[in-house]
């Protein structure tokens, strides 16, 4: 018989990743309000901060897991908030999804895998994605030399994925989204890090019931501010509240808020009440603050960030 899950580890593992990302908070709240229930399978969910979220709004989730332990923490968190979700232990590799998902989430997974079997498994979820079904991948990548310090490049996985290989796979499909940044970022018992992130979102198109998602751009001030970074460089995360950060630095070029109802993952655990993620841009630097406490700080290489605002059924052609 399996041992129960060891509070303390659970606890930390729910800690790990912060809280449901901004763009799956949106996207989960759009596709809610145009099919009501949804599937969704999250691939290396991890502790689950998106599979929770999107199980507490009333999706049909699905998380695959290679950690037996992130698994068994996920089933156990999802006990604690009392949502339904069914947690898998699984490679994607060999992992064969349901045929009828509407949003597919593969954050932090498809650059631990060879790029071949990447693309393998991405064409897989591809054919069972219903017509204008949403995927989410998000990948690390070590190779852009402007922005990564040389310790990082040291720690590349050859043969990773790239964007363009995700560019080429999803020929066909629309590229909704496609942002770069540089996150510092810590976890408990875990130093301070950087992931150099690339973020793209793919809608599959066609069919009657296609609802095309609506997109804004917000174009990012070019220039660096010294101010800015060796505020948020120091170690500041987990101790800043945004009036502070504003009183440091003057108030955000461009700022955007999210919320959820309900218990969340967050970088506090699963005890926070309701979640409030807010990201504040000054020119590329942005800083992400969960429920009022800087967590993470990204630096945009790309010019642009994305808010999603509507999933509407496209004009019909008058014939
Ligand atoms: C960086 S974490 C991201 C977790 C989660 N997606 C999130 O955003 O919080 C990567 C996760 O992918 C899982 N993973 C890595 N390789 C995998 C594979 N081949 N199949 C399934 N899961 C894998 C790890 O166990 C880990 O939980």
């Known amino acids: 018989m399996r041992s129960a899950p060891d509070n303390e580890a659970v606890d930390l593992l729910a800690r790990s990743m912060g809280g449901p990302s901004r763009e799956v908070m949106a996207l989960g709240t759009l596709l809610k309000s145009r099919l009501g229930r949804f599937h969704v399978l999250d691939l290396g969910s991890g502790a689950g901060r998106n599979a929770i979220y999107l199980a507490g709004l009333g999706a049909l ?83 852009d030399k402007n922005h990564i310090p040389e310790s990082f490049i040291g720690q590349s996985f050859d043969g990773a994925l790239r964007p363009q ?40 198109p066609g069919g009657e019931d296609t609802a095309a998602l609506n997109v804004d751009k917000h174009r990012l001030l070019y220039g660096d501010r010294p101010d800015v970074r060796t505020f948020l460089q120091t170690d500041k995360l987990t101790r800043t509240s945004s009036a502070a950060a504003i009183a440091a630095l003057g108030p955000p070029d461009f700022s955007f808020t999210t919320t959820s109802a309900g218990t969340q993952l967050s970088f506090n655990g699963v005890r926070e009440q309701g979640h409030e993620l807010v990201l504040m841009f000054w020119a590329q630097h942005a800083a992400y603050f969960e429920n009022d406490v800087l967590v993470g700080y990204s630096v945009y290489v790309s ?16 014939t």
């Open 61 to 143: 989730v699905t998380a695959v897991d290679a950690s037996d332990a992130h698994v068994e923490a996920l089933n156990e968190i999802a006990r604690r908030i009392g949502v339904d979700l069914t947690a898998v232990h699984a490679r994607a590799e060999q992992y064969s999804p349901r045929d009828d998902l509407d949003l597919v989430l593969c954050h932090g997974i498809l650059h631990f895998i060879s790029t071949p079997m990447a693309l393998e498994v991405i064409a897989r979820l591809q054919s069972k994605t219903r017509l204008g079904g949403i995927h989410v991948i998000t990948i690390a990548t070590f190779d």
């Open 165 to 204: 290989h995700l560019v080429q796979a999803y020929d066909g499909w629309r590229c909704v989204a496609h942002e770069s940044y540089v996150k510092r970022d810590h976890h408990p018992n875990d130093g301070y890090h950087l992931h150099p992130i690339e973020k793209m979102i793919f809608q599959r």
């Open 303 to 318: 010019d642009c960030f994305h808010t999603f605002h509507s999933l509407s059924r496209p004009p019909r052609l008058e």
